[in-house]
């Protein structure tokens, strides 16, 4: 009898586990079925800011993490072991990876690499970028590749060689970090806001082309937030654009010292908001049901968040009847 009894107990408390993991394994985005290994996930740009914090998060919530970045013997070397050891000391599976998103060749080895050793890529964050402050009027075809290819054309062309092992799986999720001059320009960093443009635009696209094969895609429109890419921006403007600034428009080069000053004042000024902040949003985007999540998360003060909320919906509107008035109304999901 008493064996009985605590078979049927081990059996009730045993269901309930069952229930408990099917409900989470439900809200996990992409799904997997109970049992299976923990998701994997790709994230670019990890040697600092958003990156280098949501290479942390996820892996400690209980994602195969995939940390990546340029330079890990160089210039990143010490970001790179600090994640080494935090995954070492609280026994987290993350592995630091070198990419550099602009290196075709090594995006490819990346991929193929994971995919040989885990047989699939549930989750792709493409953080990597970079931030150019210069006048339009200036920017020589140099820069224009330099930003393009950092911002544009490499984190689609990783979206591209993820994209065919996700459609295999008949799910994955694309999470694409633009910002808040995704959707408007400043003078002054025109040249950022056009890479961001078309990053979105070029995400938008391919979120319609594949979401009946499963895979969503999701964009993040951050606001000032204190990272490293400003401070990088500021060095790119001293050692790139001042000189060519002095090479082919001498006689505006105050106008320009001057204008760079009022940008650095407007950041300077700004109380700095914790990049953890936008990590928290990509890992409850991730674990959000596929049927809830929208396109765009804009995240910063709040001045920043409600405009940009108004913008969305008002975008999303408009393309769903340019959708609809098209034929592809059946491929449209805000």
């Known amino acids: 009898m008493t064996n009985n009894i605590m078979g049927r107990r081990e059996f009730i408390q045993t269901t309930a586990k069952v229930i408990a993991a099917t409900t989470l394994a439900s809200s996990i985005g992409p799904p997997r079925a109970l049992g299976a290994p923990a998701p994997v996930i790709l994230i670019t740009g990890t040697?600092?800011?958003?990156?280098?914090?949501?290479?942390?998060?996820?892996?400690?919530?209980?994602?195969?993490?995939?940390?990546?970045?340029?330079?890990?013997?160089a210039e990143n070397q010490e970001s790179a072991q600090s994640?080494?050891?935090?995954?070492?000391?609280?026994?987290?599976?993350?592995?630091?990876?070198?990419?550099?998103?602009?290196?075709?060749?090594?995006?490819k080895g990346v991929v193929d690499e994971i995919m040989r050793r885990e047989g699939r890529i549930d989750i792709l964050i493409n953080n990597a970028g970079a931030f150019v402050f210069t006048p339009i009027e200036i920017v020589p075809r140099d820069l224009w590749d330099f930003q393009m290819r950092t911002n544009v054309y490499g984190p689609m062309e990783l979206v591209g060689l993820v994209m065919p092992h996700m459609r295999a799986q008949r799910v994955g999720l694309i999470i694409q970090v633009s910002s808040r001059v995704g959707s408007f320009v400043i003078p002054g960093i025109s040249l950022y806001a056009?890479?961001?443009f078309a990053l979105e635009a070029a995400s938008e696209a391919a979120h319609y082309e594949a979401t009946h094969q499963g895979i969503d895609f999701a964009i993040i429109q951050p606001g000032a937030f204190n990272t490293e890419v400003n401070r990088n921006a500021r060095k790119i403007f001293a050692a790139i654009t001042m000189p060519l600034i002095l090479k082919e428009r001498p006689a505006g080069e105050s106008h320009y010292r001057n204008?760079?000053?009022?940008?650095?004042?407007?950041?300077?000024?700004?109380p700095p908001r914790d990049p953890q902040e936008v990590a928290n949003l990509a890992l409850r985007i991730a674990e959000t049901p596929r049927?809830?999540?929208?396109?765009?998360?804009?995240?910063?003060?709040?001045?920043?968040?409600?405009?940009?909320?108004?913008?969305?919906?008002?975008?999303?509107n408009f393309q769903r009847q340019a959708m609809q008035d098209a034929g592809f109304s059946h491929l449209y999901r805000p």
Do not use: C
């Open 291 to 316: 049927s809830e999540r929208v396109l765009r998360y804009p995240v910063g003060d709040a001045w920043e968040i409600d405009p940009l909320r108004n913008r969305n919906q008002q975008i999303a």
């Open 259 to 270: 204008f760079l000053q009022t940008l650095d004042g407007n950041f300077s000024g700004q």
């Open 83 to 107: 994640l080494r050891e935090a995954a070492r000391h609280e026994g987290l599976f993350l592995e630091v990876i070198e990419l550099d998103v602009t290196a075709t060749e090594q995006a």
């Open 47 to 73: 040697s600092s800011g958003f990156g280098f914090r949501m290479a942390l998060t996820f892996a400690r919530a209980g994602y195969k993490t995939y940390a990546s970045m340029r330079n890990i013997a």
């Open 194 to 196: 056009t890479s961001k």
